[in-house]
């Protein structure tokens, strides 16, 4: 079985870990989020084991830690679809990670689609698709296009 | 020569012997196996230059079957071939398991006899945590629990090794966390980009890193080892990278190409008890087991003391009580209870009671000097066997004195009176209840006197020095009176008052 680390990166709150709780095998305990910054669990997806990077958040106060980005093989970038200023930001944490590792496969995650207060345009989707990323408006509450997401980046990453 | 033949002969020419030549050897099958023969080799040596993976995986098939059935047609030949390499690996195995397992064994029964075993056992009762655990924890000096060869750029596992028994979470989250921690360590606390962590340590484990420019060996420990491990740590870490540098360079999660690598890092699972732990463990079992044995033996002995103290005693007891016995030294000589004293030849020794008591009559030896025991027991056993009581005539005792009471037939008395006489006047015997049955008497008068003579006579009771005596009266002729005071002669039991009968 071949094995592939990943990561999920977006801002702090975003739901990165929540959509992540819904996809892999737990082995840690998240308190490691807020003490060395990350928090890895697996999942297999088809003949493939990721290593999933569940990296802490960035907020105002701090940057993510691109070194826990090093060797990854693909990433999901992740945002609140309710908080338009999660989404812009990717743009930064693209920026963050291609200088760390590269153009690696991503895909994003529009994640709290079951909240009503949605505000992501089509525009920013259709420039997220430009950019040659897989958009899925995600729901870790309901599990909506979870599994999804993860098998795009395994096919993207397997390509 | 047909036209054809003339055509062909002008296009082939001088050609058309070597065509000839060709198509024989095409068509002679010897002829075209010794051409392919010829070639088969160096095919074989060109196209594994050219395309190893292609040339393994056309034949790759074809000789397994071909093995396969040889070995199954030849396992015998296959088995003598393969003896040389396979049987001193077999051997290897075996003695390491028997090792272990004697290792196992001596350590269990230590520990199972040992005070500190008892403590353990109690607390993995009231922890929860199994005895083998916890026994193991604490005789050990030292236990490599798991190895990890970790991609260090991905943080990714390459493959790992495990010793028996060893709990462990998912080892790819495991080795990931290691990189992760080392990245965090690294930025958070050191300047120097090459600085590494290189021990870790967390209650009773540790964990040592050994790093190479790609791969890191991440030793878990249980307990404290020497340094010398570190050494062996880089030095498996460093054979690692020469055997497998292609496959390192070249990793991307796939493993596949690591196959020998677990191989190499299995001498690290190391294990070493505690040298005090187990002298001491070993002593305390040693010193214990001696007190065991001492205990069991002075047990053993306490318990035969007691045993023999209860059945003297007891016999003690139970002849005392017997009449006519009386004992004078009760002991063991050897296996047997030696009973020294005195015994009435009547007495009988109660056996059936001394066996309820677990003693054995083969067990007891009397030394028994005979004597006439004048107990009243004895003398009313004694008087039953000797006097045959009649009907009406009992024998009992009271306050010490043997009673022989009743109305006795006047045939019995006389015959038993020199005896009675004299067991009375030794005062055993109280006779003041006793007489004479008025029947018996007038069955005697009856047989020697007629109708009217009988009517002559009266009949009555009368105490005579402290005796019960049966008084006759009445007035017979002199031939007759004569006659009754013969037939009563030197009797104590009838008192005769009868006069002569005056015509």
Same mark, same amino acid.
């Given at each position: 079985?071949?094995?592939?680390?990943?990561?999920?990166? +977006?801002?702090?709150?975003?739901?990165?870990?929540?959509?992540?709780?819904?996809?892999?095998?737990?082995?840690?305990?998240?308190? @490691?989020?807020?003490?060395? +910054?990350?928090?890895?669990?697996?999942?297999?997806?088809?003949?493939?084991?990721?290593?999933?990077?569940?990296?802490?958040?960035?907020?105002?106060?701090?940057?993510?830690?691109?070194?826990?980005?090093?060797?990854?093989? +693909?990433?999901?970038?992740?945002?609140?679809?309710?908080?338009?200023?999660?989404?812009?930001?990717? &743009?930064?944490?693209?920026?963050?990670?291609?200088?760390?590792?590269?153009?690696?496969?991503?895909?994003?995650?529009?994640?709290?689609?079951?909240?009503?207060?949605?505000?992501?345009?089509?525009?920013?989707?259709?420039?997220?698709?430009?950019?040659?990323?897989?958009?899925? &408006?995600?729901?870790?509450?309901?599990?909506?296009?979870?599994?999804?997401?993860?098998?795009?980046?395994?096919?993207?990453?397997? =390509? | 020569?047909?036209?054809?033949?003339?055509?062909?002969?002008?296009?082939?020419?001088?050609?058309?012997?070597?065509?000839?030549? !060709?198509?024989?050897?095409?068509?002679?099958?010897?002829?075209?196996? *010794?051409?392919?023969?010829?070639?088969?080799?160096?095919?074989?040596?060109?196209?594994?230059?050219?395309?190893?993976?292609?040339?393994?995986?056309?034949?790759?098939?074809?000789?397994?079957?071909?093995?396969?059935?040889?070995?199954?047609?030849?396992?015998?030949?296959? =088995?003598?071939?393969? @003896?040389?390499? $396979?049987?001193?690996?077999?051997?290897?195995?075996?003695?390491?398991?028997?090792?272990?397992? $004697?290792?196992?064994?001596?350590? *269990?029964?230590?520990?199972?006899?040992?005070?500190?075993?008892?403590?353990?056992?109690?607390? %993995?009762?009231?922890?929860?945590?199994?005895?083998?655990?916890?026994?193991?924890?604490? %005789?050990?000096?030292?236990?490599?629990?798991?190895?990890?060869?970790?991609?260090?750029?991905?943080? $990714?596992?390459?493959?790992?090794?495990?010793?028996?028994?060893?709990?462990?979470?998912?080892?790819?989250?495991?080795?990931?966390?290691?990189?992760?921690?080392?990245?965090?360590?690294?930025?958070?606390?050191?300047?120097?980009?090459?600085?590494?962590?290189?021990?870790?340590?967390?209650?009773?484990?540790?964990?040592?890193?050994?790093?190479?420019?790609?791969?890191? !060996?991440?030793?878990?420990? !249980?307990?404290?080892?020497?340094?010398?491990?570190?050494?062996?740590?880089?030095?498996?870490?460093?054979?690692?990278?020469?055997? @497998?540098?292609?496959?390192?360079?070249?990793?991307?999660?796939?493993?596949?190409?690591?196959? #020998?690598?677990?191989?190499?890092?299995?001498?690290?699972?190391?294990?070493?008890?505690?040298?005090?732990?187990?002298?001491?463990?070993?002593?305390?079992?040693?010193?214990?087991?001696?007190?065991?044995?001492?205990?069991?033996?002075?047990?053993?002995?306490?318990?035969?003391?007691?045993?023999?103290?209860?059945?003297?005693?007891?016999?003690? @007891?139970?002849?005392?009580?017997?009449?006519?016995?009386?004992?004078?030294?009760?002991?063991?000589?050897?296996?047997?209870?030696?009973?020294?004293?005195?015994?009435?030849?009547?007495?009988?020794?109660?056996? #059936?009671?001394?066996?309820?008591?677990?003693?054995?009559?083969?067990?007891?030896?009397?030394?028994?000097?005979?004597?006439?025991?004048?107990?009243?027991?004895?003398?009313?056993?004694?008087?039953?066997?000797?006097?045959?009581?009649?009907?009406?005539?009992? !024998?009992?005792?009271?306050?010490?004195?043997?009673?022989?009471?009743?109305?006795?037939?006047?045939?019995?008395?006389?015959?038993?009176?020199?005896?009675?006489?004299?067991?009375?006047?030794?005062?055993?015997?109280?006779?003041?209840?006793?007489?004479?049955?008025?029947?018996?008497?007038?069955?005697?008068?009856?047989?020697?006197?007629?109708?009217?003579?009988?009517?002559?006579?009266? $009949?009555?009771?009368?105490?005579?020095?402290?005796?019960?005596?049966?008084?006759?009266?009445?007035?017979?002729?002199?031939?007759?009176?004569?006659?009754?005071?013969?037939?009563?002669? #030197?009797?104590?039991?009838?008192?005769?008052?009868?006069?002569?009968?005056?015509?």
């Amino acid at each position: 079985m071949s094995k592939k680390k990943i990561c999920m990166v +977006g801002d702090f709150s975003v739901g990165k870990t929540s959509l992540t709780q819904k996809f892999v095998n737990n082995v840690f305990s998240e308190k @490691y989020l807020t003490t060395i +910054g990350v928090k890895i669990d697996t999942a297999n997806v088809g003949h493939t084991k990721l290593i999933v990077w569940d990296v802490a958040g960035r907020d105002s106060l701090s940057s993510i830690n691109a070194s826990y980005l090093v060797g990854a093989a +693909g990433v999901v970038l992740v945002a609140d679809g309710s908080r338009p200023h999660t989404v812009d930001d990717l &743009n930064d944490i693209w920026s963050t990670v291609t200088q760390r590792i590269g153009d690696v496969p991503a895909v994003v995650a529009l994640n709290k689609a079951d909240l009503d207060d949605w505000g992501v345009g089509d525009d920013k989707v259709t420039e997220f698709r430009s950019l040659g990323w897989d958009v899925f &408006n995600t729901s870790a509450k309901n599990g909506q296009n979870v599994p999804e997401l993860f098998e795009r980046l395994v096919e993207k990453i397997n =390509a | 020569m047909s036209q054809i033949e003339e055509l062909r002969e002008i296009i082939i020419g001088d050609n058309a012997a070597e065509l000839g030549d !060709l198509k024989n050897r095409l068509e002679n099958v010897e002829r075209r196996t *010794t051409d392919v023969a010829e070639v088969l080799s160096p095919a074989i040596d060109a196209e594994f230059r050219e395309s190893q993976a292609r040339l393994v995986s056309s034949l790759q098939k074809p000789v397994s079957l071909g093995l396969k059935k040889a070995i199954r047609a030849e396992p015998r030949e296959y =088995a003598e071939i393969l @003896y040389p390499v $396979m049987a001193p690996s077999i051997r290897r195995a075996i003695a390491q398991a028997l090792s272990s397992m $004697m290792v196992t064994i001596n350590r *269990t029964i230590e520990s199972a006899t040992s005070v500190k075993g008892i403590r353990t056992r109690i607390q %993995s009762l009231r922890t929860g945590i199994p005895y083998a655990e916890l026994a193991l924890r604490q %005789s050990l000096l030292y236990r490599v629990e798991h190895i990890y060869l970790i991609d260090r750029e991905t943080g $990714m596992l390459i493959d790992e090794v495990a010793a028996a028994d060893t709990q462990s979470l998912d080892s790819d989250a495991v080795s990931a966390m290691f990189s992760a921690i080392q990245s965090f360590v690294q930025d958070s606390f050191s300047k120097d980009s090459s600085a590494r962590l290189t021990d870790l340590r967390v209650g009773d484990h540790n964990v040592w890193v050994a790093h190479g420019p790609r791969v890191m !060996l991440a030793c878990v420990i !249980l307990g404290d080892a020497p340094e010398s491990l570190k050494a062996e740590l880089y030095d498996t870490l460093d054979l690692i990278r020469t055997e @497998y540098s292609a496959p390192i360079a070249e990793f991307d999660g796939d493993n596949k190409d690591f196959d #020998g690598v677990p191989n190499l890092m299995a001498p690290l699972l190391q294990l070493q008890l505690k040298d005090s732990a187990i002298s001491k463990q070993a002593k305390s079992g040693r010193a214990i087991v001696p007190l065991i044995i001492l205990a069991l033996v002075a047990g053993f002995f306490t318990y035969q003391w007691f045993d023999r103290s209860r059945k003297v005693s007891t016999v003690e @007891y139970y002849l005392r009580q017997a009449p006519g016995i009386a004992t004078t030294n009760v002991y063991w000589d050897n296996d047997q209870l030696i009973v020294e004293g005195l015994k009435d030849p009547d007495a009988k020794i109660p056996y #059936g009671t001394l066996a309820s008591y677990d003693l054995d009559e083969n067990e007891l030896r009397f030394n028994m000097i005979p004597f006439r025991s004048l107990e009243v027991d004895m003398e009313l056993q004694r008087f039953r066997q000797e006097m045959d009581l009649p009907r009406g005539v009992y !024998l009992s005792a009271r306050n010490g004195r043997v009673f022989l009471y009743g109305e006795a037939p006047i045939l019995w008395l006389s015959n038993n009176d020199a005896r009675i006489r004299q067991l009375s006047a030794d005062r055993r015997l109280d006779i003041s209840n006793l007489s004479a049955s008025f029947e018996s008497v007038s069955d005697m008068l009856r047989d020697n006197f007629d109708r009217d003579d009988l009517s002559r006579i009266r $009949m009555s009771s009368l105490v005579e020095d402290q005796l019960t005596v049966v008084q006759i009266t009445g007035e017979l002729e002199a031939g007759k009176l004569a006659l009754l005071s013969a037939l009563f002669a #030197g009797s104590r039991w009838v008192s005769i008052t009868a006069r002569q009968r005056v015509e």
